[in-house]
């Protein structure tokens, strides 16, 4: 178990390298003068000059890598252009946002997608299971900004039971959280509805594995097989996607961030590219690397803990 | 009265009748053998004594345990008898088992999902089933660690962990290698005599049949044909069906004698081994030698057997002959020619050799015709036949293999397993190669049908000299067909010799094994 973790994290090492490597290489080496892109055709000379000196563009590539890199890892993100304030300090006030909505969005997910499955794979074929997909099927059609946009339109207009938009800050947890609720539920329903539909294949797969036979043979009812046998050998897939969307779920909420007015990573990103500001978009694009491969290490580590066979492979 | 007793059971799916008018019985410590091919009804059968038979299954009759009527008795009750009184083991001993859940702990569900017993209690009495079945291994293992043998086992103790009066056994040896079927079959007729249970063993293997049972069910599409004492039986058998299934099984090939020329296989000290992973983050790589130094010739126009058990490097050495994976050590050439020629295969070799494998259903493609299917190895040669030349090659190689011309134009489903053998054969031959490696081309087939590719196989050694590489875990099939024979053991050839003295007369203690553990056909009058 050990040893697979350890080549786990190797591999994820690795692979924040490599990705360090492109996104440095696609912002500051490939389209030319990065200072001269942010600051437009009608630039003054010596403006260029000041920011290309900011963001060190005299310097051969290998040291403003590495001077990237090191920043980044003691903490220090650079300060935006346009905002000239520290992209560390922007970050963190927008990942607070970000992330926690992504969780919430994931955890909500998860917990209608499972139920959805397991009792859509235990009704196969009948109106239960029918219903259940016929439900799916909408959810993966519905854009989620539509769908976001419904949701204030019933539960803020006029329900008046959430606020349209913003954020009141963590202060008061309750509000703050209060205030993720709608935007959490628009992003995850459509992600619940494919996550529903995976857990039901596979599971429905694993119903037809020889090991559901001997366990019916061994006098479980066809209920205690699904449990006991069929939904732990189904987790593999259902993880897989899971991780998936937890990436899609930080970096994709743009625009459910646009239509509650949120202030989270998204908009950030949105802002910045509009502004050209590509020590911002750098910054945030590794970050959002980062913890991408974080969650797929993470779900590698999870395919270990329900999966013996992992364990010991070496 | 008996403990099981089918009375009249008819059995439809979907209105589509499977079982007709089923009778049969087993008493307590009686093994009552149910045998037929596939599709004759022996599983479904079973399933039906377990109350686990398919979606949209009618059944009428009587299926009487211990007097208790399966058919009356309800889906609740039915869940607390399976594993308490009715135990089941499976053919699939690889997939039989929850990869996910230790040996232990599932052994000890069939425990505490009929007696009231907290989960160590449980798990210890699991680990004296796992005595029991003569396994020595800690109940904390999961199933991929097993090997088959170790796994039926698993699938055994689970099965009459609550000694159950009844023991329904589905095929439970043919996944298995010979020697370890033979020490299966040992188990369950200790266990039968130890807690006198009755056995229900379903199989198709005549001689496994004739060693184990006390009484025999004969099967044919859903009827039982014949069934007697297996002494009787085997004496006097009156059906002709049963007489047929026996004569196949037995059956001898007339294999045309033929002078072996001059070396066309030379394989000589050829070592292949596979990378493993790493065992430490920083470790270097080792690696696994599947083939040690293995070295023999094959003369043109000689039949050579390849027998060995799983895992043996029968497979490996095959990829290996057909240049389809390149050697570490060692050399392979037909007519002289090397088979792997720098790093890609040698195509002028390629040729020359063609291979017919096991399964006669994954090998084709669907959506292809036979005609285009059996043209494959046409891609090899630098000037197929075209047009009416290529009809014809078609017809004839068609013809040859005991099919007509018009079935070219069929697709590869509309034929059954032995037709499919027959065109896997005739996609084979159609380049006319000079070396056939058969790859258990037979092992999936029934008896009867299995007879018949034999038969083709002597047929077309009369028509002209046809060298071939059979390879076979059944020591039986692999005597009938073959002048020469070579047994492998963990990646080395440990005998070779005339086919008919190595079975005669083994000299290696592994033969010896072989030979003795693989079950036999009695004589019969």
Known sequence: ?314 | MSLLEIKNLNLSIYRTPILRDVSLSVDPGQIVAITGESGSGKSLTALSVMGLTPQGTQMTGKVLLDGKDILQTSEPELCKMRGQDVGMVFQEPMTALNPVQTIGAQVAETIRMHQKTGKRAALAQAEEMFRKVGLEIPSSRYPHELSGGQRQRVVIAMAVALRPKLLIADEPTTALDVTTQARILTLLKTLVQEFQMGLLMITHDLAVVSDIADQIVVMQEGQVVEQGQTQHLLQHMSHPYTKALFAASGHQVDLPQTPVQKPLLRVSGVCRDYPIGRTSVFGARKSFRALHEVSFDLGRGERVGLVGESGCGKSTLTRAILGLEDVQEGSIALDGQPVFAGKRPNLDVRRQMQVVFQDPYSSFNPRHRVGRLITEPFHLLQAPPEGIARQQVIEQALTDVGLHPTDAGKFIHEFSGGQRQRIAIARALIIKPELVVFDEAVSALDVSVRAQVLDLLAELCRKRPFTYLFISHDLSVVRSVTDRVLVMKEGRIVEQGPTESVFTNPQHSYTQALISAAPRLPELA
Do not use: C
């Open chain 1, 1 to 314: 178990m050990i040893q697979y973790a350890l080549r786990r994290f190797v591999s994820l090492v690795v692979s924040l390298i490599v990705a360090s490597i492109v996104i440095f290489a696609v912002v500051e080496v490939i389209p030319g003068d990065p200072a001269a892109f942010m600051l437009g055709v009608n630039a003054q000379e010596d403006t260029l000059n000041a920011l290309r000196e900011q963001m060190g563009l005299n310097d051969p590539l290998p040291v403003r890598y590495f001077n990237w890199v090191t920043g980044m890892l003691s903490g220090d993100f650079g300060n935006s252009w346009t905002y000239k304030a520290p992209v560390a300090e922007m970050i963190a006030d927008r990942i607070w946002v970000s992330l926690p909505l992504a969780i919430y969005a994931l955890i909500l997910s998860t917990l209608i997608a499972f139920p959805a499955g397991i009792y859509a794979a235990s009704r196969r074929g009948k109106p239960g299971d029918i219903a259940v997909m016929g439900a799916t099927q909408l959810g993966v059609a519905i854009p989620n900004f539509w769908f976001a946009m419904i949701l204030v339109l019933i539960f803020a207009i006029n329900l008046r039971w959430f606020s349209a938009g913003g954020f009141p800050g963590w202060e008061n947890p309750f509000d703050a959280l209060k205030s993720l609720t709608l935007p959490a539920i628009a992003l995850a329903l459509p992600q619940a509805a494919i996550l529903a539909r995976v857990m039901r294949s596979s599971l429905l797969d694993m119903l037809g594995e020889d090991f559901i036979r001997t366990a019916r043979a061994k006098g479980l009812t066809r209920r205690q097989a699904l449990w006991r046998h069929a939904v732990r050998n189904a987790l593999i897939p259902v993880l897989t996607i899971i991780g998936l969307q937890f990436s899609f779920l930080l970096a994709g909420g743009i625009i459910i961030e646009q239509v509650f007015f949120l202030p989270g990573l998204g908009r950030l990103i949105f802002q910045s590219i509009s502004a050209r500001d590509l020590i911002v978009v750098e910054s945030v694009v590794m970050l959002l690397v980062f913890v991408v491969i974080l969650v797929n290490f993470a779900v590698d580590l999870a395919y270990a803990v329900v999966d013996p066979r992992l364990r010991s492979r070496v």
